[in-house]
């Protein structure tokens, strides 16, 4: 399918400053192909686009005091989003490869070692690693109760595992930090989202299971018919959309996907 994207931010800050931007997604990816795509921004000194180091584009640039804004267009070939299947293999430690084996770990955000013992007392009991993510999924859209403006960004996976509510960005973080604490490697990915309601940028999860990364989203009951990863990282805080060195209030954001004929 074709996926039109747009995004749009305006932010006011208190003085000029190096900003980072990750908001496009690589032009070629598992699932998706960029075809076009098209960056403004208020008028800025320097501006480059640089990779950080799991290879996620980022836009690198020096922004003005006072208004600073952006907007991204993009279309995008997609493929459906594939189902987890449920007999997905899990590797043993020995056997992850380098890519995978730091997504196996504890982050900042996703505190697996403090939540081991819950992890196998709810989902130690199933097989495969594909039954083991998709039980986790689940518990966590049943469990915790998806509702805006009730956590912040220090959240933690914890946090959400204690409180039973949160946002797209809290959902994620408990998937991974369970998954981890069962040994499955799982990664952040902020991303696009066809369907999305509202329309926002999203984040879910990919876990590493029967030697390739797979999509999961414990926010939908069912499968997202099409997610774009912009970025990749340990948790929310190496995929931020944007980060500015000094105050800021972000003014107006907005994002649209939707799909076009080919």
């Not at 399918?1 to 190096?18: D, K, P």
């Not at 003005?64 to 007999?87: C, K, M, Q, R």
């Not at 369907?195 to 990364?213: E, I, K, M």
């Amino acid at each position: 399918m074709l996926l039109a994207v747009r995004a749009v931010a305006t932010y006011e800050l208190t003085a000029e400053t190096f900003m980072i931007l990750m908001i496009e997604p690589p032009l070629e990816g598992a699932g998706h192909r960029v075809k076009d795509e098209r960056l403004a921004t208020s008028p800025t000194p320097f501006c480059e686009l640089r990779r950080d180091v799991y290879g996620n584009p980022q836009r690198h640039l020096i922004a003005p005091p006072g208004w600073f804004s952006y907007e991204f267009n993009a279309t995008i070939e997609v493929a459906p989003n594939p189902p987890l299947p449920p007999d997905a293999f899990e590797h043993p430690p020995q056997e992850l490869p380098a890519e995978a084996m730091n997504f196996a770990l504890p982050s900042r955000y996703c505190q697996s070692d403090l939540l081991t013992r819950m992890a196998y007392d709810e989902f130690g009991r199933f097989g495969t690693g594909g039954e083991k993510v998709l039980a986790v999924a689940d518990w966590v859209r049943r469990h915790v109760e998806y509702r805006y403006g009730t956590t912040d960004a220090m959240t933690s996976a914890f946090d959400t595992a204690t409180e039973r509510v949160g946002v797209c960005r809290d959902f994620a973080h408990l998937v991974i930090a369970f998954c981890r604490a069962l040994n499955i490697p799982a990664r952040y990915v902020s991303g696009y989202a066809l369907g999305l309601d509202p329309p926002d940028f999203h984040g879910f999860v990919q876990v590493y299971l029967g030697g390739t990364w797979h999509n999961v989203d414990a926010t939908f009951e069912g499968i997202r018919p099409a997610l774009i990863p912009i970025a990749v990282g340990r948790d929310a805080a190496d995929v931020a959309m944007t980060t500015s060195w000094v105050p800021n209030t972000l003014t107006e954001q907005s994002v649209e996907v939707r799909e076009v004929a080919g």
